[in-house]
Each structure stands twice: as structure tokens, then as C-alpha cells.
């Protein structure tokens, strides 16, 4: 039913969610039928006289209600009237149906029914041990789990002693112990001028300096990082080499070599914070391939498998480094959940983690696509292995003013400002394109996203 159109006079509400009334009212009189396509966004605003976004936002309401669903290159269409019910509460499933965030890093969720069954698999040949994995633990040096983390850590070029390899509940809770054994309070840490923002709130939690190095497209530039080193306050070097969170951007191997140079010169422990390593096809070794005398190495399960899998394996650059991290992840974690480890460890032992790695870079590869699409006439950094953009905002838009327009149109995205530590912010957003939310989703909000990008602020109005 193309020709639908509303009758939104008599309604008080915002128009956006006049639209979306009128959809459910319409299911139950019967107006709309289950299988219904209603028309184009841009045609219906043409009809009714409204902008654009006011159109985009009434359809997206009206999916989060479940009223109707979108499939990229066939249209929106009536879901039935079994998944609206009074006071527009939708029965279906509700997390894919929820307007995009697009705030959150998060991998893409699996949808594949064969490899969801083949994850719960695990889940359930847990069982058979399970009261064992409710007990306290530890890792012995031959433990399967250290086995198997070799293993993966061999997908970033990596070769390990198994018996060296540490374990930590995630990689926030990794570089935070990491940090308390290196650091005082008032000591000073080297990173990227734009960064991934949980290092600033470690860093404020343990009363540590950040000192954002300026960068060009192959990373911090090595002669300010070696003047930072001068002043001998320097403790730590941060640094998010693959996938950076959030520029996309991967450090080269020359680059990574001559930084990891000034920090051996100088004696600067660096932190190589790599939950994007797996991620990426680029054969580019890691720096604690390149200088594992000098570097913490960290990897995550977060960002590869699944951010519910909060385990991240570390390797320290000596023996006495590695006991002092042990012991301080035994004072304020006491151990590593065997649960989650005991998962991890077989999904990485049958072949699962692999599995699921595939899909999050082919996922992430057409979601990528598909942005890439909207965004063709827009600044913007990006690489076909990761689930995020960062995006330059066009001349007349400023970031509290795209992120107001965005969070009206029910599309979560962050400004530069949580990732910049040194400078002025630049007028810059990331966009995540991961989560629960499926292609159908992602293109109505590029679509949003494109169309504001195309006007100005005073234009992109959602209210009367």
C-alpha cells in the first residue's frame, strides 16, 4: 500500500510520533495489513508536508514499537497486527527492533542459526563440569587455557611461551593493573592526541597525567614522542596500533619500529593495547613482536568474539613484570571467571572463535559497505575490517549540533571530544556499526545521517 497517508491534523503529539500512532491505528482498524509496504520516507514527507527527518524518525519509532520492519533495497513494511498491542508495546523481539546506537563499539551479533547452535554447544558441554567451575582457581603453567590462548594469539603473529601468558577479566582491567604497577600518582603517560577514552578514565582514577602526542595518518610522530621522554617523568607510552578507536587508522611497520626504538633508547614501557589485532588481514607485525623486551602486550576476546567474554590475555615484557601484574589482579580481582575462561578456551579449541571472528569481519566488511554508500560525499576514515567510522562533520555542522540532531532522530553517536586529550576537539563524530541492530537498520540511519549531512542544522528541524 504505497498510497498510505495519514491523517495527522487531529493529533497533539510531536509529529514524528503522530506518524507512528497512525501506523498502529491503522493495523488495528485494518487500514494496514500484515505484509503492506508503506510508501518511500521522502515521498510520504512530500504528502504530508514535513521534513525529511521528521518522516525518518516516525518510521523508526514506529519499529521500535514492532509495528513495521525495513529490509535494505525492498522497503518498509507492516510486520501485523499480533506485535502491536494497546499502548503501543511490541511483543517481538525488542532488542532488533530498538532504534541503532551507534555510540557503542560493539562487534556485529552472530544471526546465523547454524553458528548459534554450535556456540550453545559449548555452553552446554560445560555442564558436565560445572560445579568444578564454580569454585575458586588458578591457572597452573600446563593449564588447556594457556594452551589455547597461544594458540590465538598466534592469529596476530604472535608465538608465546604458553606459561607466560597472563589473564585478566578484559582489557580495561588489564591496562588499570597494568598502570598500577608501572605508576605514582602525578606520573606521566604518553599516547595519541585522539584516543580510545578508557585510558583516560584510568588514568584519572589513579591520578595520572595524559600527554596527548600529535599524530599524522601513520600514527604519533617518533621525534615528539622522543622529546616527551626528555623531561624523565615519562612512565608509559599508550598505544591502540590497530583499528585505532577511534581514527581506523593502523600503524605501519616502519612506524611501529621507530617508535618502539625511542622508547627502548629512553626506557618507556609501552602498552600496546590490541582488542582490534584479530580483526585485521593486515600483515603487520605487533610491537611486542618488534621489541618484547619493552612491551605490555594486551588482547581482548571483546572485540573478536564477544564483548560478553570479559577475558584478555597479556604478556609482559620479564618474569618480575609479569608477578607484579599477577599479583596486583589477584588483589583486586582475585581470579578470572573459569566460566568465561573455560568458554573461551573451547570455542577456541573446536574451531567456534574462528568462526565467529569470520562473521564479525564479513558482517562488519557489509555493514561498512553499506555506510560507505551514504556517506560517499563526506570526509570520513574507515577500514573494511573494523565496525566503526570516523566521520569529519561538513561545513556548517558542529558537533553538539549533530549529536543533538542525531539523538532526536534516536541515533546514538560520540564527538571527538571523549577521545581527545591534547588540542582543540575537531569537529569530528564516531559512528559504530556493530551491536544488535542488522543491515535493514543501519541503512534507514545512514540514510537519517545523510540527509542531515546534506543540509544545515537550522534545516534538520524534528519539532514544531
Not at 581506523?248 to 622508547?263: C, G, I, P
Not at 571472528?357 to 577500514?383: N, P, T, V
Not at 566503526?388 to 541515533?411: D, E
Not at 543501519?442 to 540527509?451: C, G, L, N, Y
Request: aromatic share 6%; glycine share 8%.
Amino acid at each position: 500500500m504505497t498510497e498510505w497517508c495519514p491523517d495527522l491534523s487531529a493529533s497533539s503529539a510531536p509529529r514524528y510520533a503522530a506518524i507512528a500512532d497512525a501506523i498502529e491505528e491503522d493495523i488495528r482498524t485494518g487500514r494496514l495489513s500484515p505484509g503492506d509496504r508503506l510508501p518511500a520516507q521522502r515521498q510520504l514527507a512530500a504528502r504530508l508536508g514535513l521534513d525529511f527527518t521528521t518522516v525518518a524518525r516516525g518510521y523508526t519509532e514506529a519499529r521500535r514499537r514492532g509495528a513495521i520492519s525495513s529490509m535494505v533495497g525492498s522497503g518498509t513494511f507492516v510486520t501485523g497486527p499480533d506485535s502491536v498491542l494497546g499502548g503501543g508495546v511490541a511483543t517481538r523481539d525488542a532488542k532488533r527492533l530498538s532504534p541503532p546506537d551507534f555510540s557503542m563499539n560493539l562487534p556485529p551479533e552472530v544471526s546465523d542459526p547454524g553458528l548459534i547452535a554450535r556456540m550453545k554447544e559449548g555452553l552446554v558441554a560445560l555442564s558436565a563440569d560445572l560445579i568444578p567451575l564454580l569454585r575458586y582457581q588458578t591457572i597452573s603453567e600446563k593449564d588447556p587455557d594457556r594452551q589455547a590462548a597461544a594458540r590465538w594469539l598466534a592469529g596476530v603473529g604472535l608465538k608465546p611461551d604458553p606459561e607466560d601468558i597472563l589473564f585478566a577479566p578484559g582489557a580495561q582491567a588489564a591496562l588499570a593493573g597494568i598502570l598500577a604497577t608501572l605508576c605514582e600518582p602525578g606520573d606521566r603517560i604518553a599516547c595519541e592526541a585522539v584516543t580510545y577514552p578508557g585510558i583516560r578514565s584510568i588514568c584519572g582514577q589513579l591520578r595520572l597525567e595524559l600527554c596527548g602526542l600529535p599524530s599524522d595518518e601513520e600514527g604519533i610522530d617518533p621525534e615528539a614522542f622522543r622529546k616527551a621522554c626528555l623531561d624523565g617523568r615519562l612512565k608509559a607510552f599508550y598505544l591502540n596500533p590497530t583499528l585505532h578507536n577511534p581514527t581506523t587508522r593502523t600503524l605501519s611497520e616502519q612506524r611501529r619500529r621507530d617508535l618502539a626504538t625511542v622508547a627502548q633508547r629512553h626506557g618507556v614501557p609501552i602498552l600496546e593495547d590490541d582488542p582490534y589485532g584479530q580483526l585485521s588481514r593486515k600483515q603487520v607485525p605487533s610491537i611486542a613482536a618488534l621489541a618484547p623486551d619493552i612491551t605490555w602486550y594486551i588482547g581482548s576476546l571483546s572485540k573478536s568474539v564477544g564483548a560478553g567474554l570479559r577475558l584478555a590475555h597479556v604478556l609482559a615484557p620479564d618474569r618480575s613484570a609479569a608477578w607484579q601484574f599477577a599479583r596486583s589482579q589477584r588483589t583486586s580481582s582475585v581470579m578470572i571467571s573459569p566460566l568465561t575462561t573455560a568458554l573461551a578456551t573451547r570455542w577456541i579449541e573446536d574451531g567456534t572463535a574462528r568462526a565467529l571472528l569470520r562473521h564479525i569481519r564479513s558482517e562488519s566488511a557489509a555493514r561498512q559497505e553499506l555506510a560507505a554508500r551514504y556517506l560517499k560525499s563526506q570526509k570520513f576514515e574507515a577500514d573494511p575490517d573494523g565496525f566503526h567510522i570516523w566521520l569529519a562533520l561538513p561545513k556548517g555542522w558542529s558537533r553538539p549540533a549533530f549529536v543533538s540532531q542525531m539523538r532526536n532522530q534516536a541515533v546514538g553517536v560520540v564527538e571527538s571530544d571523549a577521545f581527545t586529550i591534547a588540542g582543540k576537539a575537531d569537529e569530528s563524530v564516531r559512528l559504530c556499526l556493530g551491536g544488535p541492530h542488522d543491515r535493514a537498520q543501519i541503512d534507514s540511519a545512514f540514510r537519517v545521517i545523510s540527509e542531515a549531512l546534506a543540509s544545515t542544522p537550522d534545516k534538520t528541524s524534528t519539532y514544531f
